[in-house]
């Protein structure tokens, strides 16, 4: 099947969203499919927003398994990264797909929000990607 643009928006895939809280002060949220327009994705900003109001301080999204990321996916990640640093925590992004961090440079949203190559280097806050 023939793909549209970089990013693959062809593939028919939702998105998933599966929390694990590392302690009462870290929490990771595994995303899997599309972070795009459409119902799954309306639901990654209350996930974050529930950790940051059960105190967690370090939110780690990691979208090793997204492969494709339009202007709703952005604004997802933005909107979570100022949610984060309003309530004082530090949210990482971690595994990002080639094609996608291109579309996050160009868009400069990599100068606001850290990337990391996997979750244990975002964890550790080493090895950040820009």
């Known amino acids: ?23 009462k ?7 899997s499919g599309r972070l795009a327009l459409g119902r799954e994705s309306s639901h990654v900003e209350p996930e974050v927003v529930a950790a940051l109001k059960n105190g967690a301080k370090l939110i780690v999204l990691d979208v090793s ?14 909107y979570c990264f100022g949610k984060a640093t309003q309530a004082s925590a530090e949210l990482r992004v971690a ?11 160009i868009t400069r949203l990599d100068r606001v929000v850290p990337f990391f190559p996997d979750v244990d280097s975002a964890l550790e806050n080493n090895g950040r990607l820009v």
Not at 65 to 78: C, E, K, W
């Open 1 to 23: 099947m023939p793909t549209r643009g970089i990013l693959n928006a062809s593939r028919p895939m939702i998105l998933k969203i599966e929390k694990r809280e590392l302690d």
């Open 25 to 31: 002060n870290v929490v990771v949220i595994e995303l």
């Open 65 to 78: 398994g997204v492969g494709h990321v339009d202007s709703t996916g952005i604004g997802i990640l933005a």
């Open 95 to 105: 595994g990002v797909q080639p094609a996608v961090l291109e579309l996050l440079r």
